[in-house]
């Protein structure tokens, strides 16, 4: 059987057309058809919990590894990297594949049959400026995915495939931007739509994408609000300069945060804050390192950049570092923290309209999925391009797996 797979940064979910035609989102985590991308490993290197149930052994402290995230070492130099789980080196496409051997595990649950063939999602890029690391991290995708168990592979763009699922509501032609804005890349498409009834099919015009998505603004956040607490840009006492400016990098990113808690890095950073403990900022970043509470962080930043998508203000609280220590947090701080990363959104959705030699003024909707999508800073860095553009959202966390599942029943109909 044939199935659709949004394998996200932060969430996945997985799809299948069903006997009328629709589109069933499988079950992943009890009623729930998203599953966070999350894994944990006991402290023998075994793959314990995936999603939900990863995160919760990770908050409670018990011991292991946690990663999330996964998906945004493809396109980058970690590709053929390992990370040290338990007592052994395991590589990052192995991560990959205990991950997606989980779902299809589940899935199969679900239906009471097997999956052979899959649609899987991708962005427009893995990687924004080397089309070598681009194509290196698709093969990678293939073989994870070949060796799950999956023995007929298909890569569509995400963006395209969130398109898919939208034309089949679609009562009359429009041209549409379809902007899909996830955890780890932001895609674009722009379609001429048809409608349901339509004599000719829908017409892809260009897609263009960027490496930016929900965890660049967490990092950004991060990196402006939360790092500074911990020494980011203070002077080391006795040396007169600031620490590795690397550390706080990779600590308010999750998919590095494994990479930083290798023991080398351990090791070296532990020498640093021994030497500091006059400064309480480095005294709190001796405490993170030690007890690994970098994802737990991470965890809270993105906690409160949800909730400053409806609040003006919210308090990010950090007593599990130090007794009693919290941040007040606004909005604005996040505006300021994460400006760059939106002008880059602006001009990726000018060049896809360059791409189809379109001016902004024709676009009469611009579609939104993914869960990015729900900030307000996002929807208006979008609207500034297309200010006469309708808004429409469009499922924002099962869009992409369900276009995949339909273009799935088309790529494999010969096969049920």
Known sequence: MHCGLDFGTSNSALGVVTRDGGVRLLPMEGSSAILPSAIFYDSLGQPRAVGRAAIASYMDEEPGRFMRSMKSVLGTGLMGEQTGIGAQRVSYDTVLEHFI???????????????????????????????????RAEQMLRSVLHDAGFERVVFQLEPIAAARHFETAATQETLALIADIGGGTSDFTLVRIRGRGGAEPSELLASHGVHIGGTDFDQRLSLHSVMPL????????GR????????????????????????ENLTHIRTLTSAARSDA?????????????????????????????????????????????????????????????????????????????????????????????????????ITSVLPHARLESCDRFGAVAAGLALQAGEAFADSG
Not at 106 to 123: F, H, K, N
Not at 230 to 237: T, V
Not at 242 to 263: E, T
């Open 281 to 381: 900022r480095f005294v709190r970043l001796a405490e993170v390192m030690r007890r690994r509470l970098g994802h737990h962080i991470a965890h809270d930043v993105e906690r409160a950049k949800i909730a400053l998508s409806e609040l003006p203000a919210t308090t990010l609280e950090l007593d599990y570092v130090e007794s009693g220590l919290a941040l007040a947090i606004q909005r604005a701080d996040l505006a300021g923290a994460i400006e760059g990363e939106l002008e880059r959104l602006r001009e990726t959705v000018r060049e896809c309209l360059r791409r189809a030699s379109t001016p902004p003024g024709a676009v009469g909707l611009t579609v939104l999925t993914g869960g990015s999508t729900e900030m307000p800073l996002v929807r208006a860095a």
């Open 230 to 237: 911990l020494g980011k840009d203070a002077a080391l006492p």
């Open 101 to 135: 051997v989980e779902i299809k595990r589940r899935a199969e649950t679900a239906l009471g049959r097997s999956l052979d063939a899959v649609v899987c999602g991708r962005p427009v890029y893995f990687n924004d400026d080397d089309p070598t690391l681009d194509e």
């Open 240 to 263: 007169g300069l600031p620490a590795p400016i690397w550390i706080y990098l990779d600590l308010a990113s999750p998919s590095r945060i494994a990479w930083l808690n290798s023991r």
